[in-house]
């Protein structure tokens, strides 16, 4: 399974921002749980005011547990 062009060029963007110091970490909320997410931000200025656009959250709990290889078994296919 390769990475999708799109994934591949925001994740691009995600590490010059890193470079420029233009990352922040925000508390937002889950649109569909309202629970709080962490969430990656690259921040630009539009020269009136700041600009955050999200990237992803950090993983609840240990992130070992949430994530698989693309071919590993899946706790849906117990």
Same mark, same amino acid.
Request: net charge negative; charged share 25%; aromatic share 10%.
């Given at each position: 399974?390769?990475?999708? +062009?799109?994934?591949?060029?925001?994740? @691009?963007?995600?590490?010059?921002?890193?470079?420029? !110091?233009?990352?922040?970490? *925000?508390?937002?909320? +889950?649109?569909?749980?309202?629970?709080? @997410?962490?969430?990656?931000?690259?921040?630009?200025? !539009?020269?009136?005011?700041? *600009?955050?656009?999200?990237?992803?959250?950090?993983?609840?709990?240990?992130?070992?547990?949430?994530?698989?290889?693309? !071919?590993?078994?899946?706790?849906?296919?117990?």
């Amino acid at each position: 399974m390769s990475i999708p +062009d799109h994934a591949s060029a925001n994740f @691009r963007t995600m590490l010059r921002a890193a470079e420029n !110091d233009d990352l922040a970490l *925000l508390e937002c909320s +889950d649109a569909i749980t309202g629970q709080p @997410r962490y969430v990656i931000c690259t921040v630009s200025f !539009d020269g009136e005011e700041y *600009l955050f656009t999200p990237f992803g959250h950090l993983a609840d709990g240990n992130p070992y547990e949430a994530y698989v290889p693309p !071919d590993a078994p899946t706790r849906a296919d117990e």
